[in-house]
Each structure stands twice: as structure tokens, then as C-alpha cells.
């Protein structure tokens, strides 16, 4: 009769670990509308929409990489790199020294050279990751520091302002990523997250790339002898964390219309929370979109909501370190307790 109660308890503490998330969520959402002035008007929860949008995306490249068991400190500095080549094209063009002319770009066109950009970047982090046996935490801390950097170089550190472009160059309407939807009340930002998740999610769960990322984070000794090219497996997911974080910054500085190469300072952290707060683990091989789409909405609520309780940004910092250091805690717990059901499991049918 005990076994049966404590098996019956762990169970029901595995069915609450594994909706802490949106547990979590609710009850924020509740002391938020309590605490904060105006935190349910519709003003209010579109300001939270937005910055989960950007929090969101990056998250889901994020999730790839932790899933393979490494880690991307890069993407916010990505992301402002991004921002700050996408209003430099707007702005100022590609000139061209040696034939002395300088050619502006449509906007189609300079969303795709920032987003291919963003891409080969990721794919740099995973080359030396893979290919000079870089540790991941290392290597993409150097990328940080060298992401930043280019973006202040590229304007001498000042921001391009006025981003809506001239009709005569054929420039015009970078704006409308930074808009609401179709004229609807639903910002552009929202509709991209859905795209990149439905997608990235059927990649991750109904794709032999996706069933790879997996289990190189599960075992990768196991995976290479199994014939799975973990290198090539590895080297497109950072550039798809790469890509993800290209995305964010176009968002991020069509919202402003400005580019200014402080965008996504810290938002790294804000990734790497989004991704374990919605289950994944940093030992890597598990983890999900949807999950991850849940912590992003906790990571918005949370900053957005102490934003308005007037909670100074020294506090949120503090407050978004314990969220991480708790998660990964309850994640390690969670683990605990599968491997001890699945121990005490196998001894029942002995």
C-alpha cells in the first residue's frame, strides 16, 4: 500500500514538473494584473507580445543548440549586428570603391543578406565547435565579444535613425516587421514566431534531422557510431541559432525604425531562460517548441511586468539570474525523478 502512494505521489509530482511552465505563467499573470497598474489592457499585453516575439525566436535556435548539450552566448550580439547591416544597407547602400558607385537594395533583399548573414555566422560557431574542438561556452563567448564589436565599428558606435527608406531608391517599407499584422491588432513579430516554431517544431519531432538533433544530445558517442554526422548535425543548428537571431534583430529594429548597435545586450540570457524554464535540459537531448514558446511568455511577463511594478533594471537582473539557477535546479530534479521511476519500474516487472 506504501509503494502504491509513493508511486501514485511521483507520478503526480512528474505531471507537475512537467506543466511548471505554465503553472509558473498563470500565477504571474495573476500577481502581475494584481501588482502592475494597466497590466491587462490591451496596450500593455501587446508591449508583452512584442518582446516575447523577440525572446521567443531566439529561444527556439537556442533550444536546437542546448538540445545537442552546447550552448550559443552569441545571439543577442547577433541580433545586433543584423540590425545594424540591415539600416546600414537602408541608409547608406553597399558602395562600391573601386567602380565608385553605391547600389541600394530592395528591402526583400536586405532581409535576405542580414538573415544569410546571421547564418553564417551560426555556422562559424559550429565549424569551431566541431572542427577545433572549441568548447561551445568558449567559442561562442569569443563571437559575442567579436559580434559586438563589429556592430559599434560599423557606425563608429552611433545609431542609423530613420529607417523608412526613399521611394526613388525603391528602399522603402522596412517598417512593417515592427508593425501590427494585415491591419489587425496582432504584431507582424507574433505571426513570424508562429512561422519559425510550427517549423522548427515539425523539423525537431517529425524529421530524421530533428530525431539527430536529439540524440546527439542524448549520447553522442552513440550517434557517431550509429553514422549520424554529428559535425554537419551540429554545424547547422548554430547556424540555424544564427538565423534566429538575424530574424530578431530585423524585428527588433523595425519596431524602433532606428538601428543601434546596443540592441540585444543581454538577451542571451533571456534565450537561455525561455529554453529551460520550458523543459530544455541543459544536459542536452531533451526539449521542445512549445515548451520553449511557454518560457519565452514567462521571460516577457516577467520583465515587462517588473518594468511596470517599477522594479529597477538592477533588481531584474538579479531576479532573471535565480530564475535561471532555480530552473536548472528543477530540471535536475526533474531528471531525478524520471530515472528513479524508470529504476523503480523495471524492478515491478523483474
Partial sequence: MAADNKKSNNALAMTLLKGRTFIVLIILMIFFSITANNFLTVGSLLTVAKHVALYGILAIGMTYVIITGGIDLSVGSVAGLAGMIAGGLIQEGLTLKFAGVTIYFSIPLVVLITVLLGAFIGALNGVVITK????????????????????NIRSNGATFSDLAGYEGLGNTGFEV??????GTMIPTGVIILIIVAVVAGLILKKTPFGWHVQAIGGNERASKLSGIKVDRVKIWVYAFSGLCSAIVGIIATSQLVSATPKTGESWEMNAIAASVLGGTSMAGGVGSIGGTIVGAFVIGVINDGMTMCGVTEFWQKIIRGLVIIIAVIIDQFQRNLQAKMALQARNENK
Fill in 177 to 182: 516587421f515592427g508593425r501590427n499584422f494585415a
Fill in 132 to 151: 577545433f574542438n572549441v568548447a561551445p561556452f568558449i567559442a561562442t563567448l569569443g563571437s559575442m565579444y567579436i559580434c559586438r564589436g563589429l556592430a
